[in-house]
Each structure stands twice: as C-alpha cells, then as structure tokens.
C-alpha cells in the first residue's frame, strides 16, 4: 500500500456495519487505505485537522468520504452541510452509504450536495459488490477534484 494515497474515509457509528464494509472492500480487491470514524464531530475533526487529528494539518483530504446519516453527537446532513460550507472540503466527493430507504433523506441528501447516495444492501454478497462497484468508480473511473479549490475561485 502507497504511504501517499488518500484514503478512504468511512463515517459509520456501528461497529458491525464498518467491519462489513471494510471486508466488502478487500473482498472487492480495493487496497486502499481506509479511515474509519464513528461519528458526525470526529468526522469533521477528522477532515479539518483539529482536535485528536490535528496531526492531519497540511495532509490531503480523502479521496472520497462514505458517510452514514444515522450518526451520533451530529447526523450525516449536518456534516454534509458543514463539508459543503468550507472552502477547503466544498469539492470533495461524498457518497451517502445508509440503511435509510426514506425518500426525505434522498432529496436532502443530494440537495446538501451529495454526489452519490447509495442503500446498504442488506446481504453480504451484495455489499461485496457494491463496495466493487463503488471502489471501481469512484477510486479508478472518476476523475478527482483539485485537493485544492483553483486560485480566482469565490470561497
């Protein structure tokens, strides 16, 4: 594994569900690194390089951020929008990966601009191929944003 690929964040608060996803990856044949918190506030600690991460300062951000709505100390829409208000994270890729098949949460979801909202499947052999799917485009199809927004861009 690359010491310098951006890894993967993945915001999940139960336990079972980001051991699942962390063996759907390797299953998939996806190496790179994964980050995993578990909850809203370590996510956003965890991307603004504060509080136990601020040994990240200066480090890229993730490739791309996984991000459950059902999340405790502050939901998934919340750090979505705190994500989207930054300058720093406001191009950075976020797929919601949730249970919630609740149609509110998909219109609010892509209207705090999520780029991709995507149910957990609920058996392991179609996790594993989500996770492929999501591996494939999101870490070989898709091209990434600049880590950092251009110069002359409004912030």
Known sequence: MNGSERPILLVEDNPDDADLTLR???????TRPVEVVGDGVEALD???????????AGQSPPVVVLLDLKLPRMDGHEV???IRADPRTRLLPVVILTSSV???????????????????PVSYTEFVEAARQLGLYWLVLNHEPPTRPPSGTAG
């Open 46 to 56: 965890y991307l603004f390089a504060q509080g136990p991460y601020a040994s990240r």
């Open 102 to 120: 609740e149609e509110t949460d998909l219109v609010k979801g892509y209207g705090g601009g999520a780029n991709s909202y995507v149910r957990k």
């Open 80 to 82: 979505l929008r705190r």
């Open 24 to 30: 759907a990856f390797k299953r998939a044949g996806i």
